[in-house]
């Protein structure tokens, strides 16, 4: 992790240690560079990564024929239920820091508009077609624009989701809390960014230069849940 940038390389361990990656069929919904697709590229037998952006896509193409990938392949799509359903099946999903956008149109993406199709229509289509979801989204309290207009997280978000993925028709959903393997350092840089209020929306100075010198994202601090079909 670099300043105020996810922690990839924790979240893949993360992932890595509730998900068995080899040998199997990997599917990437809002890709973004590919950082799944390359790390595991010597692990899975196939990865399709997905993201909106052509210019990020093309330069994840060029990569991976750099590194003569063949397993590896980028498509630039519209993540919507219709494109989920055309896919062949897969045996694991990744749908990560994409959900909250859609609940809450935010301007993240240009295909992303209000009422063009039911967003838990995507967990429904991705129980169709993956054996296993590796899921998260962001939360109401993490001091972006878009927070305020996500639905009611009750009782709590990560109940929330939990009984969002089962009504999906996941039928074993395991929560990794968040902060799971933080070390005591990292725990104690979030609480006093916590403190000096980066977590409020709009954010004050004291926060915003909190999240950058202790180095903390609150996208680093959302659950992850790893739900299966069976």
Not at 76 to 82: D, E, H, L, N
Not at 99 to 111: E, K, P, V
Request: net charge positive; hydrophobic share 40%.
């Amino acid at each position: 992790g670099t300043r105020s940038k996810r922690k990839v390389e924790a979240r893949h361990r993360l992932i890595g240690g509730n998900v068995d990656f080899s040998g199997k069929r990997l599917l990437d919904l809002g890709c973004s560079g590919g950082y799944f697709g390359f790390a595991l590229s010597d692990t899975v037998s196939s990865y399709l990564g997905v993201d909106a952006d052509e210019a990020v896509i093309e330069r994840n193409r060029n990569a991976a024929r750099q590194r003569s990938l063949v397993n590896l392949e980028f498509r630039r799509a519209a993540i919507i239920p219709s494109f989920i359903h055309g896919l062949a099946p897969v045996d694991v999903a990744l749908f990560l820091s994409v959900f909250h956008h859609i609940l809450a149109t935010s301007n993240a993406y240009d295909w992303n508009r209000p009422g063009e199709f039911d967003p838990f229509d995507l967990l429904h289509a991705l129980r169709e077609r993956a054996g296993v979801l590796v899921f998260e989204t962001g939360y109401p309290d993490e001091g972006f624009e878009w927070c305020e207009r996500l639905p009611p997280m009750t009782p709590t978000p990560r109940a929330w989701v939990v009984r969002a993925l089962r009504e999906a028709g996941f039928r074993h959903v395991e929560v990794i809390p968040a902060g799971t393997g933080r070390s005591f350092t990292e725990g104690l840089r979030r609480r006093v960014a916590l403190a000096l209020g980066y977590a409020r929306h709009p954010r004050p100075l004291a926060g915003r230069i909190a999240a950058r010198v202790l180095q903390v994202d609150s996208r680093d601090n959302r659950d992850l849940f790893i739900a299966r079909k069976n």
